[in-house]
T-cell receptor, first 115, second 113 residues
């Protein structure tokens, strides 16, 4: 079955712009999580959506937002981009998001560069 | 607060050597889950193993083995007879019941032919 897909794979933006990243989970998966990976901070959890509701949120400013659609596809938005937002953004999906039973499957990521 | 420490930033070995990647964690929770992921150059993390805090059994899967010791808060990962394809960044992660994960900084493993 198809894996987690993320679009676009690469993106270049300038400071002050906004960006929307997309994630299509594996069919049947209702939980989608987003992560930011940078050399300086490592892998950090952004937020998790389940059945169109944000269920968990990491420690990121309000410029980072997301949403999930009824087909479980998810988007994340970053407004007023800063240089420090340059990162690999990873999306992961699982059936229910429960760590005791579920396995998260990761997409290949979107590499965002902010100039 | 919870924390995961992977003290080894980079490990370089020659093929067929055994290698152990260390992971030390901190949490006040009694119920938690520990994970190892592999991140090859392609970027996507690949799930390797999950262990819950009540199960201290060691596990072996082919050339991979894991040693979980609550007494030392460690969850170490050993690759036996390493291969070039094992070259990747390996992450240890801790997830509490709140489902918010904390990742270690990762260990870059380079296996030379």
């Amino acid at each position: 079955k198809a894996g987690v897909t993320q679009t676009p794979r690469y993106l270049i933006k300038t400071r002050g712009q906004q960006v929307t990243l997309s994630c299509s989970p594996i069919s049947g998966h209702r939980s989608v999580s987003w992560y930011q990976q940078t050399p300086g901070q490592g892998l950090q959890f952004l937020f998790e959506y389940f059945s169109e509701t944000q269920r968990n949120k990491g420690n990121f400013p309000g410029r980072f937002s997301g949403r999930q659609f009824s087909n479980s596809r998810s988007e994340m938005n970053v407004s007023t981009l800063e240089l420090g937002d340059s990162a690999l953004y990873l999306c992961a999906s699982s059936r229910s998001g429960r760590p005791n039973t579920d396995t998260q499957y990761f997409g290949p990521g979107t590499r965002l560069t902010v100039l | 607060a919870q924390k995961v420490t992977q003290a080894q930033t980079e490990i370089s070995v020659v093929e067929k050597e055994d290698v152990t990647l260390d992971c030390v964690y901190e949490t006040r929770d009694t119920t938690y889950y520990l994970f190892w992921y592999k991140q090859p150059p392609s970027g996507e993390l690949v799930f390797l193993i999950r262990r819950n805090s009540f199960d201290e059994q060691n596990e072996i899967s082919g050339r991979y083995s894991w040693n979980f010791q609550k007494s030392t808060s460690s969850f170490n990962f050993t690759i036996t007879a390493s291969q070039v394809v094992d070259s990747a960044v390996y992450f240890c992660a801790l997830i509490r019941l709140s489902y918010i994960p904390t990742f270690g900084r990762g260990t870059s493993l380079i296996v030379h032919p």
